[in-house]
Structures are given as structure tokens and as C-alpha cells.
């Protein structure tokens, strides 16, 4: 190894050590908060508790909110993944102009101002005569879920071999069996993967839920937010530790089924 | 009698698989967008532009305008500066480094906003993390609080958006046969001549697509200054929620919704013709 190479090399672990450190941070502090036992976010704590656990599990408010995040993200999570692969078959597979619009539209949400959207969403919805703040908060939902499996399931399914399908068929499979056979299989991790970003990404949504909460019915973030602007304390952080646990998992899951540098691509 | 206008799109009936999905955002998602555009454009007397012209008038909208402005400008900057050398060090770090790497990258977007700028507002106090480690190095003589303070947002947000500027461009970076450059060396070309006519020229459409996403979404950000500096400090975004949520006046927070999303889509726009040109031409 030149000189100039072991530079370079200390170099590039410099500036990743650097990358790293800065985008964990948050994440880091959050977790070491929840553990400590101090009221005022002293760093590093000076004694270790999990008062803000029990302290949690006694909050106000705070399971009803989970439970309706949990079901507005189920379900606006299935309602797009059938709709989304409908349309990303279609967009493989079919060979009908403007192709390229429809695609760019169904992953429009992912670009325009989530602010925006909810603020004609909520003028929409009202004009449309639709009142109902739960079935509001899940039509809402699945235009925030459904970009996420359109653009994984288009990219897998643009990979996939439909050849297979033929094959299969010519070896007797009926073709609803060749593709519940073949085709779901080879599907399968992109389907998850996909689902589960766009479930955390509903869990997640702030600036269009805000629109859509009332004092009876209101998702995670708006509740947490609530909390933060009311009395700021490290049980926030005992609950955001338990969202970076989620988000853990789904990146623990997501590299077992496909990898973290396809993960990564953009 | 559609059938007749657009044949081509339904002698292929697969393309109705598309038309549930496609007919839902229409009426949920583009109705209501095209509504809310049309709506800040028509008055008592029909179509009118009065609301623009009174918005534009009143000089405290200016100064929101410059600070959101501003504001994402010092974002975007700070991504970069970070997010370039970084996605190079993704590219070229060993395995078990880039896969540190990618997680510490990954992760991050699966934290809600509140999340993390609820983490940011603990980072950020006089006697947090920043705020320590510049007195330590002897940077700072005292301690400081950063929360509050614009360095603190743009820090904050900066952070936050770090991931969608390292990727794009790592997305372009580990197409660079590295080969070239050397190449360069052999043909006599200094590092610097190598950098800005082999390698920035390469990267370019990943920068262009990197900045306009971190400069589109530090323009529309909501949560993040709410926690990070407060009332005192409007941006666009954080007048169109106030004036609908706290203010009630919904003829403002349309105005500014939709200065908002020109802004956006204008920028969406900009882009993708600027990386087509620049691959365009590259070819």
C-alpha cells in the first residue's frame, strides 16, 4: 500500500466515522434519555432507571393514540398494497401510452409538501361531504402508503421473469396457480419489504394527520407532540424509544429479505 | 365513446388493472389539490389574484419568504458539504464499514419527524451534546444554547435530510469506474483537473436530484421548526399551519399553501429537466 493509499483510506474512515456519529446522534440520545433517571435530560445520566417506562405506561392518552395509528397503518398499509400492485402489474405489463404520467402521479405524494396535501385534503374531503375523522384519516392515509409499494413493486416486478409464468403453465399450472406459485413467491420480500416502510410511514405521519384529529381521535405523533409542546419530559423519549425499536426491526427484517444496499437505492 | 379518443389505452386490458388505484388518487388526492389552487384563485367578483397581490404587499410576509428561504438554502448547503464526501466514503468503505454505514443511513428514515427533532431539542440545549462538545475542543469558551437559534434548525433539519442527499448521490458515485481517474493520473492530470473534469461532472445528476430533495423538503418542513425555534420564526410552511390550525383564516393558509406547492412542483420540475440535460449530454 502507497502512501497516498493509507491516506486515503484513514481519510474515507474519517469522514464515515463523522457520518455515522452525526446521523445517530438523535437517535442515540433518545435511547440514553429514556434510561436515564434525570428530569432535566442530563447527559450522560447520571444514574440509570426505567421510571419513564412505568411513568409510560400510566400516560393518559397515549394507548388509545397507539391503537389508532396501529389500525389507520394496517389497514391504509393493505388497502394500498392491493391497489398498488394492481397498478404496478399494469404498469410492467401493459403497453398502453402515458405510462410514465401514471407512475410519476402515483408517487407524487412522496414529493409534494405533506402540509399541502393535508391542507387540501381537509377542503376536499369537507366539499365531498366526508365528516367521519376516522374513515378521513384512513382515506388520507392510503395516499401516504400507497407510493411506497407502487415504486418497490414496480421495481421487483420490472426484474422478474414472466417467462416463468410460461413455463409453469406449460408444465400444467392453471394460471391463477402459476401466479399465486411463481410469481407471489418471487414477490414476496419486495411486497414485505415495501409494506412495512409504508406501515411505518403512516405510523410516522405528521403534517398530514394533523388535519384530521379531534380531541377523541388522534394518531401517535399528534398525541407525542401534544406532550412535547405541553410538559417536555424524558417519557417522550421512553416512547420514541420504543418507535426507533420498530424501526429497528423493520430494518433487521428488510435486510434479511432483500438486503441493505437495495434498501438503499434511490 | 372514449373508446374512441384514446384506443390504444384500452385494446391492452391490463391497463385497467391501474384504473382503481389511479381513480382513487384522482378524486382523493388530485381533486382536492386542483381544488385548493382554484379556490386561491377565485374571489367574490370570480377569478381574481387579490389574495397574491395582498399577501405579497405586507412586508412580514416577505421576511417568512426570506426565512424559509433562506433557511433551506442553509440546509441544502450543510447536506452537501456533508452528504458528498459521505456518499463517496459509502462507495469506496470496506464491507463491514459500509454496511455501519448504511444502517446509520437507513435508520433514520424509519424515525417519524417528531421523533427526532424531539431528540434534536435535547441535543441542542445549553447543556447538550453540541453545546459540550465545542467547549471541550475549545471551540466555544461557554456554554451556549443552540436551541431556538437558526444554527440550531438548520443544524437540526440538516441532519434530518442528511440521508436523502448521501443517496442519490451514492446512487451515482458507485457507478464511477474508479479506473477513470486513474486513467487521469496515468495521462498526467493533477487531482483537482481529475476532480472537476472527471469526477464532478459524473456526480452531477445525483447532486442535482440530492439538493432537490433536501432543499424541497427543508422548504416545506412543519414539526422540526416548531420544535427547534418556535413562534417567534415563521416560515411558509409554519404560517400555513398556524393560520388553519390556531388562526382560522383559511384565505391565508390557502395563499401560502399554494405559493408552497408552485414552490415544490416547480422545483420537482426544474430538476428532472436539469438531470436530463446533464445525462442528456454526458452520452
Request: with cysteine; glycine share 8%; aromatic share 10%.
Amino acid at each position: 500500500m502507497t502512501a497516498l493509499e493509507r491516506a486515503s483510506q484513514y481519510i474515507v474512515w474519517f469522514i464515515a466515522g463523522f457520518t455515522v456519529l452525526f446521523l445517530m446522534t438523535p437517535l442515540v440520545v433518545t435511547i440514553a434519555v429514556s434510561f436515564g433517571s434525570s428530569t432535566v435530560f442530563t447527559l450522560p445520566p447520571p444514574d440509570w432507571s426505567l421510571r419513564w417506562y412505568e411513568r409510560m405506561a400510566g400516560m393518559r392518552g397515549l394507548l388509545p393514540a397507539l391503537v389508532v395509528s396501529l389500525q389507520i397503518a394496517a389497514v391504509s398499509t393493505a388497502v394500498a398494497m392491493v391497489l398498488g400492485t394492481l397498478c404496478a402489474i399494469a404498469l410492467v405489463r401493459g403497453r398502453f401510452p402515458g405510462r410514465e404520467t401514471i407512475s410519476t402521479f402515483l408517487v407524487s405524494p412522496l414529493m409534494l409538501p405533506g402540509l399541502v396535501i393535508g391542507i387540501a385534503m381537509l377542503q376536499g374531503f369537507k366539499a365531498m361531504g366526508l365528516r367521519d375523522v376516522y374513515a378521513s384519516l384512513l382515506v388520507a392515509h392510503v395516499v401516504i402508503t400507497l407510493p411506497y409499494i407502487v415504486r418497490t413493486v414496480v421495481g421487483a416486478l420490472s426484474l422478474f421473469d414472466f417467462s416463468l409464468i410460461d413455463a409453469a403453465r406449460t408444465l400444467g399450472c392453471s394460471y391463477p396457480a402459476a401466479l399465486v406459485r411463481v410469481l407471489v413467491p418471487a414477490l414476496a420480500p419486495a411486497f414485505l419489504t415495501s409494506g412495512m416502510f409504508a406501515f411505518l410511514a403512516s405510523m410516522d405521519n405528521y403534517p398530514i394527520s394533523m388535519f384530521f384529529t379531534d380531541a377523541w381521535t388522534k394518531t401517535l405523533p399528534i398525541q407525542m407532540l401534544q406532550y412535547v409542546e405541553e410538559r417536555p419530559d424524558p417519557t417522550i423519549a421512553a416512547i420514541s424509544a420504543g418507535l426507533v425499536l420498530l424501526a429497528i426491526l423493520a430494518l433487521i427484517i428488510g435486510d434479511r429479505l432483500v438486503g441493505l444496499r437495495k434498501m438503499a437505492d434511490f | 365513446m372514449t373508446t374512441k379518443s384514446a384506443p390504444s389505452a384500452w385494446r391492452d386490458p391490463v391497463a385497467l388493472l391501474a384504473a382503481p388505484a389511479v381513480l382513487y388518487l384522482l378524486v382523493v388526492y388530485a381533486f382536492p389539490l386542483l381544488w385548493l389552487f382554484m379556490k386561491s384563485l377565485t374571489g367574490p367578483g370570480g377569478l381574481t389574484i387579490q389574495p397574491y397581490v395582498s399577501f405579497l404587499s405586507d412586508p412580514f410576509n416577505w421576511r417568512v419568504v426570506g426565512n424559509t428561504l433562506r433557511v433551506a438554502a442553509w440546509v441544502t448547503v450543510v447536506c452537501f458539504v456533508i452528504g458528498y464526501p459521505a456518499a463517496f466514503a459509502l462507495a469506496r468503505a470496506g464491507a463491514v464499514l459500509q454496511a455501519v454505514m448504511l444502517v446509520s443511513i437507513i435508520l433514520p428514515l424509519s424515525v417519524g419527524a417528531v421523533v427526532k427533532a424531539f431528540a434534536w431539542q435535547i441535543v441542542l440545549r445549553r447543556d447538550g451534546i453540541v453545546s459540550q462538545t465545542l467547549v471541550g475542543l475549545g471551540l466555544w469558551d461557554e456554554p451556549q444554547r443552540l436551541l431556538f437559534t437558526e444554527t440550531g434548525l438548520v443544524l437540526g433539519a440538516a441532519n434530518i435530510f442528511l440521508p436523502f442527499m448521501i443517496l442519490p448521490i451514492y446512487s451515482v458515485v458507485k457507478l464511477i469506474d474508479p479506473r477513470l481517474s486513474e486513467a487521469g493520473a496515468t495521462l498526467g492530470a493533477t487531482p483537482l483537473y481529475r476532480f472537476t473534469h472527471v469526477t464532478l461532472p459524473l456526480t452531477l445528476p445525483g447532486i442535482v436530484s440530492g439538493v432537490a430533495f433536501v432543499f424541497s423538503m427543508s422548504v416545506s418542513m412543519f414539526v422540526i421548526p416548531s420544535l427547534l425555534i418556535g413562534d417567534r420564526f415563521q416560515t411558509l410552511a409554519t404560517l400555513t399551519g398556524r393560520s388553519f390550525l390556531l388562526m382560522r383564516n383559511e384565505q391565508l393558509g390557502s395563499t401560502t399553501a399554494v405559493i408552497l406547492l408552485v414552490l415544490a412542483v416547480s422545483i420537482v420540475v426544474g430538476s428532472t429537466w436539469l438531470a436530463r440535460r446533464i445525462g442528456g449530454s454526458q452520452t
